[in-house]
């Protein structure tokens, strides 16, 4: 138990789905971040978020839209997604985003159809 | 940006047997950070070292900044530390970037 909690854990959608991941940290931190984790890739940074702000998008395209409504609190929402778009989405915080280290929750692996 | 090179890709050993774990990077960091994800995808910090050593239990981690390497020990190896070992390091206001990881199997 990291203090990070991920829901759904897991996730299939079609491609014309609209669906939201959810992500909660109970550690009092400020920074909180998107990955994602494809087979066979390291993970990539897909988003950062800094005291609410959005301060890093990694080029990611725009059917994925995070919102950030408190620093507890981070969501991905997904829409008209693409079967390359299936892998495990992990969410992390930090104390802030130069912190020295991130606190990952479980992931949710989500598979487009 | 930073590369992050991890050796080896996967690793299969009996359990008891020693381990170690490379990370090559390729420029001055400022924060690197050893992670194990578990087969159910959880990841868990182990280490955040920049530099020196640095011992938990049957982990211990050192990294020689200066030649731009990191490597993760592993003693008397469990089946439960079967998993990815991934090595992270960020340079300067850079993101942290991710090495490949290594895949370790610990055979009963």
């Known amino acids: 138990e990291t203090g990070v909690t991920q829901t759904p854990r897991h996730l299939v959608m079609g491609m014309t789905n609209k669906k939201s991941l959810k992500c909660e940290q109970h550690l009092g931190h400020n920074a909180m971040y998107w990955y994602k984790q494809s087979a066979k890739k390291p993970l990539e940074l897909m988003f950062v978020?800094?005291?609410?702000?959005?301060?890093e998008n990694n080029s990611v395209p725009s059917r994925f839209s995070p919102e950030c409504p408190n620093s507890s609190h981070l969501f991905l929402h997904l829409h008209t997604l693409q079967p390359e778009d299936s892998a495990l989405y992990l969410c992390?915080?930090?104390?802030?985003?130069?912190?020295?280290?991130?606190?990952f929750g479980p992931g949710t692996r989500l598979l487009v159809l | 940006g930073i590369q992050v090179e991890q050796s080896p890709p996967d690793l299969i050993l009996q359990e008891g047997a020693n381990s170690t774990l490379r990370c090559n990077f390729s420029d001055s960091v400022n924060n690197l950070q050893w992670f194990h994800q578990n087969p159910w995808g959880q990841l868990i910090n182990l280490f955040y070292?920049?530099?020196g050593t640095k011992q938990n239990g049957r982990l211990s981690a050192t990294t020689v900044a200066t030649e731009r390497y990191s490597l993760l020990y592993i003693s008397s190896s469990q089946t439960t530390d079967s998993g990815v070992y991934f090595c992270?390091?960020?340079?300067?206001?850079?993101?942290?970037?991710f090495g490949q990881g290594t895949r370790l199997t610990i055979n009963p």
């Open positions: 992390a915080s930090s104390q802030d985003s130069r912190a020295e280290t991130q606190y």
């Open positions: 992270a390091a960020r340079g300067g206001a850079q993101k942290l970037v």
């Open positions: 070292i920049p530099s």
């Open positions: 978020y800094n005291f609410k702000e959005q301060t």
